[in-house]
């Protein structure tokens, strides 16, 4: 316990849980873009989606050794609390780093930060509010955009995403998710110690591609609904997911 | 040449300080900053102003005293260049030149261009040192260490300890120095008995001394004129990090099976 309260007193430990929990978010979004995709490769022979499939196995996962939704609501745990420990550590070393420049320079003139780096806090913080809007969007329909069915995944995206505003939204978003992710992921490796000059190239490449990778993944499945490429969602009877 | 100066001018650390614009005329392209900013002094006392401070000492671009923030970077526009060395043909004719302290929380300006750096001498005495027998010399070379961590360390080893890397900063953070003061001795045979107990105790020095954290910008490695990378700083995380979390508290007690 004292290590660890050694550790979250120092800036370099608050900078080890913002890479690490930043690593469980970034592992996060591969999953999700992975899964994302099943709205491409079409619907079992009973007509029901896979994506609504995928859908329900995250549900089941796990039967019969742990409760139906067990290991959904544990992943949702360990999402949440990543992202509010990915939150509080950031922010408060931002006033630290506030107080440590009091005074700025009449002429500034940077030299190496990129603008993805300079802009850490304003991508971090339009995810934060997007991850708010997309659990309230897509998690609880609770929003009044297109219709929402519980379980019926193809669907409710298909309804949504007609409103060219929310798939352009989306597709902004995913944009600054980009900006975010082309500093933050090879950052993480920085401040975890890991890289060195010899890997230097290396680990930029993999988050150069795994940015790539990710928005464009997000991205086209607004794109493609927005667009009129996909086909119309076909009701099917909810019973048969639960096989 | 002519060049127009901008240059912060603040009595004492408690005054308010302000830009204040200088012109000068016969500026000649092999003047060194210093000697320009000599040449400017010269009048301002001739005209019965009092002078810019200014530290500086050895003018070979060794010491690290010279300091200064110059169009916004570190020691001026040339890279891996101190104050210094820096020369008057490196600006144009009739150039514009804004010349600022190292703005750091922690390094408070004394006057006008000068700012009270001690915050690192006391992180250096937290950790940054060996301990050594007192006695005969050893032979040279009786230790062997593999060239590339010889050269690396000796590339830490390099940092003048001039302040531009918190200067540079934008988070005012001293990592780039402290890592490299961290890492030449640790990375050698010799400084090893104290590894993990001076990345301790160095890292809790600076920051209460008040500097900021790093954000991996790299600002630092691009303004310090003896450009030393910020793979320092990678292995100074490590090393803190294993210091913090791994490294035994207790080497020695008994332990039981089961």
């Given at each position: 316990?004292?290590?660890?309260?050694?550790?979250?007193?120092?800036?370099?430990?608050?900078?080890?849980?913002a890479?690490?929990?930043?690593?469980?978010l970034?592992?996060?979004?591969?999953?999700?873009?992975?899964?994302n995709?099943k709205?491409?490769?079409?619907?079992?022979?009973?007509?029901?989606?896979?994506?609504?499939?995928?859908?329900?196995?995250?549900?089941?996962v796990?039967e019969?050794?742990?409760?139906?939704?067990?290991?959904?609501?544990?992943?949702r745990?360990?999402?949440?609390?990543s992202?509010?420990?990915?939150?509080?550590?950031?922010?408060?070393?931002?006033?630290?780093?506030l107080?440590?420049?009091?005074?700025?320079?009449?002429?500034?003139?940077?030299?190496?930060?990129?603008?993805?780096?300079l802009?850490?806090?304003f991508?971090?913080?339009l995810?934060?509010?997007?991850?708010v809007f997309?659990?309230?969007h897509?998690?609880?329909g609770a929003?009044?955009?297109?219709?929402?069915?519980h379980?019926?995944?193809y669907?409710?995206?298909y309804?949504?995403?007609?409103?060219?505003l929310?798939s352009?939204?989306?597709?902004?978003?995913?944009?600054?998710?980009g900006?975010?992710?082309y500093?933050?992921?090879?950052s993480?490796?920085?401040?975890?110690?890991?890289?060195?000059?010899?890997?230097?190239?290396?680990?930029?490449?993999?988050a150069?591609?795994?940015?790539?990778?990710?928005?464009?993944?997000?991205?086209?499945v607004p794109?493609s609904?927005?667009?009129?490429?996909m086909?119309?969602?076909?009701?099917?009877?909810?019973?048969?997911?639960?096989? | 040449?002519?060049?127009r100066?901008?240059?912060?001018?603040?009595?004492?650390?408690?005054?308010k300080?302000?830009?204040?614009?200088?012109d000068?005329?016969?500026v000649?392209?092999d003047?060194s900053f210093?000697e320009?900013?000599?040449?400017?002094?010269?009048?301002?006392?001739?005209?019965?102003?009092s002078p810019?401070?200014?530290?500086?000492?050895?003018?070979?671009?060794?010491?690290?005293?010279?300091?200064?923030v110059?169009?916004?970077?570190?020691?001026?526009?040339k890279?891996?260049?101190?104050?210094?060395?820096?020369?008057?043909?490196?600006?144009?004719?009739?150039a514009?030149?804004?010349?600022?302290?190292?703005?750091?929380?922690?390094?408070?300006v004394?006057?006008?261009?000068?700012?009270d750096r001690?915050?690192?001498?006391?992180?250096?005495?937290?950790g940054g040192?060996i301990?050594?027998h007192?006695g005969p010399?050893?032979?040279?070379?009786?230790?062997p260490?593999?060239?590339?961590v010889?050269?690396?360390?000796?590339?830490?080893a390099?940092?003048?300890g001039?302040?531009?890397c918190?200067?540079?900063?934008?988070?005012?953070?001293?990592?780039?120095?402290t890592?490299?003061?961290i890492?030449?001795?640790?990375m050698l045979?010799?400084?090893?008995?104290?590894?993990?107990?001076?990345?301790?105790?160095?890292?809790?020095?600076?920051e209460?001394e008040g500097f900021?954290?790093c954000?991996?910008?790299a600002?630092?490695?691009?303004?310090?004129?003896?450009?030393?990378s910020?793979?320092?700083?990678?292995?100074?995380?490590a090393?803190?990090?294993?210091a913090?979390?791994?490294?035994?508290?207790?080497?020695r007690?008994?332990?039981?099976?089961?």
């Amino acid at each position: 316990m004292n290590r660890i309260t050694t550790l979250y007193s120092s800036t370099i430990g608050k900078k080890f849980i913002a890479a690490v929990t930043g690593l469980i978010l970034f592992g996060f979004l591969v999953g999700h873009v992975a899964g994302n995709l099943k709205v491409f490769t079409g619907s079992t022979e009973a007509g029901v989606p896979h994506v609504d499939e995928y859908g329900h196995f995250l549900r089941i996962v796990g039967e019969p050794f742990l409760p139906k939704m067990a290991a959904l609501w544990i992943a949702r745990i360990v999402l949440l609390a990543s992202v509010a420990l990915h939150i509080v550590v950031v922010v408060q070393l931002a006033f630290r780093n506030l107080e440590a420049r009091p005074v700025g320079y009449v002429r500034s003139k940077k030299s190496a930060s990129t603008l993805a780096a300079l802009w850490m806090m304003f991508s971090g913080s339009l995810i934060a509010f997007f991850i708010v809007f997309h659990l309230l969007h897509f998690t609880l329909g609770a929003l009044p955009i297109g219709e929402f069915q519980h379980g019926a995944i193809y669907k409710n995206i298909y309804s949504s995403f007609q409103n060219p505003l929310i798939s352009l939204f989306y597709v902004v978003v995913m944009g600054v998710l980009g900006f975010h992710l082309y500093h933050g992921v090879w950052s993480l490796f920085q401040t975890l110690g890991i890289d060195n000059p010899d890997r230097n190239k290396s680990l930029r490449m993999f988050a150069i591609i795994a940015t790539i990778g990710i928005v464009v993944g997000f991205s086209l499945v607004p794109l493609s609904f927005m667009t009129g490429m996909m086909p119309e969602p076909i009701a099917y009877d909810p019973a048969l997911l639960s096989h | 040449m002519k060049i127009r100066l901008h240059v912060w001018r603040q009595e004492s650390t408690d005054k308010k300080g302000k830009m204040e614009s200088y012109d000068l005329d016969n500026v000649l392209p092999d003047m060194s900053f210093l000697e320009m900013m000599d040449v400017l002094n010269e009048k301002l006392t001739v005209e019965g102003k009092s002078p810019v401070a200014f530290d500086h000492d050895c003018r070979e671009g060794v010491c690290g005293m010279c300091s200064m923030v110059i169009n916004g970077q570190a020691h001026g526009p040339k890279a891996t260049t101190t104050t210094c060395q820096l020369y008057m043909r490196h600006f144009k004719d009739g150039a514009e030149i804004y010349v600022e302290p190292f703005r750091s929380g922690a390094f408070p300006v004394l006057q006008d261009l000068m700012v009270d750096r001690s915050a690192f001498d006391r992180i250096i005495q937290a950790g940054g040192y060996i301990s050594n027998h007192s006695g005969p010399k050893p032979d040279p070379n009786s230790i062997p260490i593999e060239p590339g961590v010889q050269e690396t360390s000796l590339d830490a080893a390099s940092c003048i300890g001039c302040g531009a890397c918190v200067a540079a900063c934008p988070n005012g953070s001293a990592s780039l120095f402290t890592s490299a003061k961290i890492s030449h001795l640790g990375m050698l045979p010799q400084g090893q008995p104290e590894r993990y107990e001076r990345v301790g105790a160095m890292v809790d020095q600076m920051e209460g001394e008040g500097f900021g954290s790093c954000r991996n910008y790299a600002e630092c490695e691009a303004q310090c004129p003896k450009g030393i990378s910020i793979a320092f700083i990678g292995r100074m995380n490590a090393d803190y990090l294993k210091a913090t979390l791994v490294e035994p508290v207790d080497g020695r007690g008994k332990m039981h099976a089961q």
